[in-house]
Structures are given as C-alpha cells and as structure tokens.
C-alpha cells in the first residue's frame, strides 16, 4: 500500500484550495508550496489546445484550456517525486 507522505498531502491541500478559473499563476503556486515545505518545486502546466473555426466569417479561433499541472518535490525520504493534478 502506498501512503502519501505528510509533505504530498500538504502539497495536494494547498492545490485543491486553488480556484483555476480567477487569478493564480505558477510563480504563485511555486511561493506557496515553498512556503510550506521549504522548498521550490519544479511545475510544469499542461494545457490543450482546441480551434473554432466559424464558416460564415471564414475565422479560426484558438482556444487554450488549462489540463493538468505536473509538481516535482524532493520527498521527506529524499526521493524525487512527481505528481500531476488533473484541473479541469
């Protein structure tokens, strides 16, 4: 059985109380986590792509929707972590 640790739970609370759809950037999660755990992850943001294309006016539209966000952390067994957060 895999446990999370005590620094991914609190990693994964602060996420979750993020509302993606107003103000948040990566520089503002990267302060938060390293406030909490002393140290700056590694974020990565992952976003897809979708074009609207609207054929009376011959205009394609592109559309960018954030996906998921991928966090890297050392563990408190000094193991490299990765986990990501499907946002939408």
């Known amino acids: 059985m895999n446990m999370k640790s005590m620094k991914e739970d609190t ?9 993606f759809n107003s103000d948040w950037s990566v520089d503002m999660i990267k ?7 002393g140290e ?14 609207n054929e009376i006016k011959g205009e394609a539209t592109e559309f960018k929707k954030l996906n998921s966000i991928e ?18």
């Open 11 to 19: 990693i994964q609370k602060f996420i979750l109380d993020i509302d």
């Open 31 to 37: 302060e938060g986590i390293r406030r909490m755990t």
């Open 40 to 53: 700056s992850p590694g974020i990565k943001v992952n976003y897809v792509k979708d074009v609207l294309i």
């Open 71 to 88: 966090i890297v952390f050392t563990d408190l067994d000094d193991q490299i972590k990765r986990v990501e957060y499907i946002v939408n």
